[in-house]
């Protein structure tokens, strides 16, 4: 079922009625361990999910549940602490909802991370990686149904969704900041259940580096409406099969709270410095009287 464009617009209007003339530029979804980061935002205005009009409530651990608008380093922020996933039993179209309410709020830009199993076998736990492009054979998009014309076209090209000059900007930030970050292909697994050893040989035959459950959906919403994308992950563990041992959350967690401080020291010079991207901030938009977003 297509969620109609009254309903983004209704969930945007209950939320300026929160932040007055606030527009965010840069939309943030946090993974698990990183959602400390809205602690630091100034003047923040936090809004629970269950406040606003047709946002879904996260069911996983360490996912809290609310927006919460602000500054950080210099730059109008939204940061999403808690996001929901597809097996959560909510569907793709829900998941990238609330990316596409920021978007009509005036955000042009998204910064988004999560834990991801290592594929590639040069890379190990604890490591981020710069998400170059995904992969995604399962299931079907948050595209499906009737097109929101207003968001953006029927057939969205997908060469770019991962901004190459904000994966120039993270790779400065963190060669700046002496943390090793590698690059790669996020490939998309519906999850719960963990990927098997043979999925996840597949995947490396494929082209993956690194496997997770989160971040797809999001970010082909945020490409259909124009969005400049900064992609992130921790490798939180080796993906299955890789080390002789099963996986588990509590693994994950684990490692996503270990390489935090790390993580979110990234975030925030990149945050920091995309006035060298300036161009990016431009970006916010207004809805025409077409109802077209610009
Ligand atoms: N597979 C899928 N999702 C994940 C993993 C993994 O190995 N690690 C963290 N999230």
């Known amino acids: ?5 009254a309903q983004y617009r209704e969930s945007a209007d209950a939320i300026t009625v929160r932040i007055g003339a606030f527009r965010p530029q840069v939309a943030m979804i946090l993974g698990s361990g990183l959602g400390y980061l809205a602690d630091l935002l100034e003047d923040a ?13 996260p069911t996983a651990p360490g996912h809290r549940g609310r927006l919460v608008f602000g500054s950080l380093e210099g730059r109008k922020v939204a940061v999403m602490q808690g996001r929901i996933h597809h097996y959560e039993g909510y569907s793709y179209e829900e998941v990238a909802y609330p990316v596409r309410v920021l978007r009509l709020l005036g955000a042009g830009t ?18 981020l990686m710069l998400i170059a492009d995904h992969i995604k054979l399962f299931g079907d998009s948050p595209l499906r149904g009737e097109n929101q014309i207003e968001f953006g076209p029927r057939f969205p090209d997908a060469s770019y969704l991962y901004t190459p000059s904000l994966q ?13 970050l590698r690059k790669g292909v996020y490939m998309y697994f519906p999850g719960p ?14 082209g993956a580096d690194a496997v997770g459950m989160s971040t797809v959906p999001e970010v082909i919403a945020a490409g259909h409406a124009g969005m400049r994308v900064l992609g992130l992950s ?34 925030l010079k990149c945050l920091q410095n995309l006035n060298c991207c300036a161009a990016l901030l431009d970006r916010n938009c207004e809805t025409g009287t077409d109802g077209m977003l610009r």
């Open 45 to 57: 205005v936090s809004i629970p999910y269950s406040d606003i009009p047709h946002f879904r409530a």
């Open 1 to 5: 079922m297509s969620l109609s464009f």
């Open 193 to 206: 259940q963990y990927e098997t050893p043979a999925e996840i040989r597949a995947a490396r035959i494929l």
């Open 168 to 180: 120039k900007l993270a790779k400065d930030m963190a060669a700046d900041l002496n943390i090793p």
């Open 234 to 267: 921790l490798l939180s563990n080796m993906a299955a099969g890789i080390l002789d041992q099963p996986l588990t959350e509590q693994e994950v967690l684990d490692a996503a709270r270990a390489a935090s401080d790390r993580f979110i020291k990234l975030i």
């Open 110 to 127: 998204m910064f988004v991370t999560n834990a991801a199993g290592a594929v590639n076998q040069a890379f190990f736990p604890g490591v």
